[in-house]
T-cell receptor
Framework: GDSVTQMEGPVTLSEEACLTI???????????LFWYVQYPGEGLQLLLK???ADDKGSNKGFEATYRKETTSFHLEKGSVQVSDSAVYFC??????????WGAGTKLIIKP | GAGVSQTPSNKVTEKGKYVELRCDPI?????LYWYRQSLGQGPEFLIY????????DSGLPNDRFFAVRPEGSVSTLKIQRTERGDSAVYLC???????????FGPGTRLTVT
């Protein structure tokens, strides 16, 4: 069945460091891909999405490119801030609309 | 405007009891989803409503779990004969229609003792 695999955390970085959180997927058909973020004490929020191959989603300085050839959707940011500390989830939907989720990656940014 | 709301925010119950969890979606959203999230894991799909009907209930773990959405708005997730393994955060999401972004509520943390 469809699945999402993302890198295990926690990922600990210093402020202004570059970030990459890896995400790969297995899906039949043509999935839409998402990154959600969960800040401490808050609910899940959509960070960015891409609905077809080669699309790039971007928001709040984060980017991810839908790579069909490598079945990947890695999350990147050039310079992280303390406020980016959160848990990040990669997810996909296919034709039945339900979201299939990765296990989440906790990101810790130190000042 | 108001987002998705869920009540209660926390529920502690004894093994074997019955519980109801409520979700109020964003007004006008026709699609409603329930997910369950265990500690350290991503959410797991339970059931999806389009309007009043359950369009996909393939994620419900067994027949102790049931959900309704009688008027196409508020939904209630019902769990009978709760077990300790049911302890998790139950998340509700809604979307304008199934092809659109899902907006999540804050969740209900269920603890079965």
């Amino acid at each position: 069945g469809d699945s999402v695999t993302q890198m295990e955390g926690p990922v600990t970085l210093s402020e202004e460091a570059c970030l990459t959180i890896n995400c790969t997927y297995t899906a039949t058909g043509y999935p839409s891909l998402f990154w959600y973020v969960q800040y401490p004490g808050e609910g899940l929020q959509l960070l960015l999405k891409a609905t077809k191959a080669d699309d790039k989603g971007s928001n709040k300085g984060f980017e991810a490119t839908y790579r069909k050839e490598t079945t990947s959707f890695h999350l990147e940011k050039g310079s992280v801030q303390v406020s980016d500390s959160a848990v990040y989830f990669c997810a996909l939907t296919t034709s039945n609309y339900q979201l299939i989720w990765g296990a989440g990656t906790k990101l810790i940014i130190k000042p | 405007g108001a987002g998705v709301s869920q009540t209660p925010s926390n529920k502690v119950t004894e093994k074997g009891k019955y519980v109801e969890l409520r979700c109020d979606p964003i007004s006008g959203h026709t699609a409603l989803y329930w997910y369950r999230q265990s500690l350290g894991q991503g959410p797991e799909f339970l059931i999806y409503f389009q309007g009043t009907g359950a369009a996909d209930d393939s994620g419900l773990p067994n027949d102790r779990f049931f959900a309704v959405r009688p008027e196409g708005s508020v939904s209630t997730l019902k769990i009978q004969r709760t077990e300790r393994g049911d302890s998790a955060v139950y998340l509700c999401a809604s979307s304008l229609n199934p092809n659109y972004e899902q907006y999540f509520g804050p969740g209900t943390r269920l603890t079965v003792t």
